[in-house]
């Protein structure tokens, strides 16, 4: 049987307070990004409660979530909001909603160089996400990044974990979980 | 004194600081050092999963993230590990992965298979802190006083803490006005100037996908340091350090500002005070240059 969109959320840990929602809009108006989106977070809440399942994953609002905690520590009702936001992101991309968005690419290099290496390579990182979504983008950035150089904080030595095949025998153990 | 100072901590320097914000890891190092905190680097250690990877798969982060939970445990046969991580991004991946194995029993199980394949596994027993809860709450800023040597004597700073070592928990400080960076700095000598934005967000990773965006959070943040009055800005976040100052000349150009705050690690600050020589403290690294409101303190 499959889940309907609002069991599917309350089934995140730390998801189930979702249904405590009194949409009183406290997330949005803390959020340093709400202002730029179709869907604040009262409102993503108000439609997984509808059940609006693709209009929510199909958003670009979901990955302008920076992560900053905010609406988190001021919900009147102690929902998770930026763990529900995480959650919205991960069921985006596992269903391939979200290829148009550059957050889900940022996401997926990330994981790529992460996986590799066991550590972020940031200089690899910045090739990677740039050639997965904006290959040009990255001509403008050149200025930052060699000023960065100049000083030494873009080396371009990578450091792999002693025990990189153990690392990565976790994460192969960890994706074969179901879930999400 | 209490014997806190001679507690043995486990050091996760994190990815950032081998690379964008080696500064902080010089400076961390050396100012621990001179005042008596024995930072031993945690061997092996991987990448706590950030922002980004938890955005993949939650068991996937939570199980890297616990790997360095288990190795802490693992080296340290006391059941008493502290990990210390300087990185704001860092030290709330790893306080959640230890969260989610106390709280949830089937992670714990799930988190611990996946561990198990590199025989590892983690029980529960690892404190997780942040680097800036070590300045305040384990060396003190009666320590730093004391230590001194070079007042930074009518120094404005800007106290910066970003979102994440605030928030979710609570537990180094208030979340959306904290004061604890304030009194170190105080110990140095300086003057802190309170600043309303000092826990707003810089963007962060966000200035990577969308700059659009980070470039106006970034703005909102260095325009209202600098109307407070603000001479330099101390940070214990890699990100914010990053987004605030090596684009800050983009956030002038496209705001028609020109704001020109140093942005610094607030070790760096603690450092110099205390008179560990500027090449130590990675002073120099940024972006925005800091000699102009410091040179005076370079001795």
Same mark, same amino acid.
């Given at each position: 049987?499959?889940?309907?969109?609002?069991?599917?959320?309350?089934?995140?840990?730390?998801?189930?307070?979702?249904?405590?929602?009194?949409?009183?809009?406290?997330?949005?108006?803390?959020?340093?990004?709400?202002?730029?989106? @179709?869907?604040?977070?009262?409102?993503?809440?108000?439609?997984?409660?509808?059940?609006?399942?693709? @209009?929510?994953?199909?958003?670009?609002?979901?990955?302008?979530?920076?992560?900053?905690?905010?609406?988190?520590?001021?919900?009147?009702?102690?929902?998770?909001?930026?763990?529900?936001?995480?959650?919205?992101?991960?069921?985006?991309?596992?269903?391939?909603?979200?290829?148009?968005?550059?957050?889900?690419?940022?996401?997926?290099?990330?994981?790529?160089?992460?996986?590799?290496?066991?550590?972020?390579? @940031?200089?690899?990182?910045?090739?990677?996400?740039?050639?997965?979504?904006?290959?040009?983008?990255?001509?403008?950035?050149?200025?930052?990044?060699?000023?960065?150089?100049?000083?030494?904080?873009?080396?371009?030595?990578?450091?792999?974990?002693?025990?990189?095949?153990?690392?990565?025998?976790?994460?192969?153990?960890?994706?074969?979980?179901?879930?999400? | 004194?209490?014997?806190?100072?001679?507690?043995?901590?486990?050091?996760?320097?994190?990815?950032?600081?081998?690379?964008?914000?080696?500064?902080?890891?010089?400076?961390?190092?050396?100012?621990?050092?001179?005042?008596?905190?024995?930072?031993?680097?945690?061997?092996?250690?991987?990448?706590?999963?950030?922002?980004?990877?938890?955005?993949?798969?939650?068991?996937?982060?939570?199980?890297?993230?616990?790997?360095?939970?288990?190795?802490?445990?693992?080296?340290?046969?006391?059941?008493?590990?502290?990990?210390?991580?300087?990185?704001?991004?860092?030290?709330?991946?790893?306080?959640?992965?230890?969260?989610?194995?106390?709280?949830?029993?089937?992670?714990?199980?799930?988190?611990?298979?996946?561990?198990?394949?590199?025989?590892?596994?983690?029980?529960?027993?690892?404190?997780?802190?942040?680097?800036?809860?070590?300045?305040?709450?384990?060396?003190?800023?009666?320590?730093?006083?004391?230590?001194?040597?070079?007042?930074?004597?009518?120094?404005?700073?800007?106290?910066?803490?970003?979102?994440?070592?605030?928030?979710?928990?609570?537990?180094?400080?208030?979340?959306?006005?904290?004061?604890?960076?304030?009194?170190?700095?105080?110990?140095?000598?300086?003057?802190?100037?309170?600043?309303?934005?000092?826990?707003?967000?810089?963007?962060?990773?966000?200035?990577?996908?969308?700059?659009?965006?980070?470039?106006?959070?970034?703005?909102?943040?260095?325009?209202?340091?600098?109307?407070?009055?603000?001479?330099?800005?101390?940070?214990?976040?890699?990100?914010?350090?990053?987004?605030?100052?090596?684009?800050?000349?983009?956030?002038?150009?496209?705001?028609?500002?020109?704001?020109?705050?140093?942005?610094?690690?607030?070790?760096?600050?603690?450092?110099?005070?205390?008179?560990?020589?500027?090449?130590?403290?990675?002073?120099?690294?940024?972006?925005?240059?800091?000699?102009?409101?410091?040179?005076?303190?370079?001795?």
């Amino acid at each position: 049987m499959k889940l309907d969109f609002l069991d599917e959320v309350k089934h995140i840990p730390g998801g189930e307070r979702i249904v405590d929602c009194i949409q009183c809009g406290t997330c949005s108006g803390s959020c340093p990004t709400s202002y730029l989106m @179709e869907d604040s977070p009262r409102s993503l809440f108000y439609k997984i409660r509808t059940g609006l399942r693709n @209009e929510v994953l199909n958003s670009p609002d979901i990955w302008l979530c920076t992560s900053c905690y905010m609406c988190y520590v001021r919900c009147p009702r102690g929902i998770k909001v930026t763990d529900i936001m995480y959650a919205l992101k991960r069921l985006s991309i596992k269903e391939r909603f979200s290829m148009q968005w550059r957050g889900s690419h940022l996401a997926k290099s990330f994981m790529t160089v992460v996986n590799r290496y066991g550590r972020n390579q @940031e200089t690899e990182l910045l090739i990677r996400f740039f050639l997965r979504t904006n290959p040009f983008g990255a001509i403008r950035n050149i200025p930052i990044a060699l000023k960065l150089w100049l000083k030494g904080r873009l080396p371009l030595k990578r450091h792999k974990l002693r025990d990189i095949k153990g690392f990565r025998r976790i994460v192969e153990k960890a994706n074969q979980f179901g879930a999400i | 004194m209490t014997e806190t100072y001679t507690k043995e901590y486990l050091y996760y320097p994190g990815c950032s600081l081998s690379a964008t914000s080696q500064a902080y890891d010089k400076s961390t190092q050396a100012t621990a050092d001179v005042l008596g905190a024995k930072f031993t680097e945690l061997p092996d250690w991987n990448c706590c999963g950030a922002t980004a990877y938890m955005g993949i798969k939650e068991i996937m982060a939570l199980s890297i993230s616990a790997r360095n939970l288990a190795l802490a445990e693992k080296h340290c046969k006391n059941g008493h590990a502290e990990i210390v991580a300087p990185c704001s991004g860092c030290y709330v991946g790893l306080v959640k992965a230890h969260n989610y194995m106390k709280e949830f029993p089937e992670m714990r199980e799930k988190v611990n298979a996946a561990l198990a394949e590199s025989d590892l596994s983690y029980s529960g027993s690892v404190k997780v802190r942040h680097v800036l809860d070590i300045f305040v709450n384990d060396i003190g800023a009666a320590k730093i006083k004391q230590f001194a040597i070079n007042p930074l004597t009518g120094l404005k700073v800007g106290c910066y803490y970003g979102c994440q070592i605030v928030r979710p928990r609570n537990e180094i400080d208030d979340p959306e006005c904290p004061v604890t960076m304030e009194t170190l700095m105080k110990a140095c000598g300086a003057t802190p100037v309170d600043f309303s934005m000092k826990a707003n967000c810089c963007g962060g990773s966000i200035m990577g996908t969308e700059e659009w965006i980070g470039l106006r959070l970034s703005k909102n943040l260095l325009h209202c340091a600098e109307q407070a009055g603000v001479q330099i800005l101390v940070t214990p976040c890699p990100l914010c350090q990053i987004n605030l100052d090596a684009y800050q000349h983009r956030v002038n150009k496209k705001y028609k500002l020109n704001v020109n705050i140093p942005i610094l690690y607030f070790t760096q600050l603690i450092g110099l005070a205390i008179g560990v020589p500027k090449e130590r403290l990675g002073i120099g690294d940024e972006i925005v240059s800091s000699a102009r409101v410091l040179e005076k303190f370079f001795g």
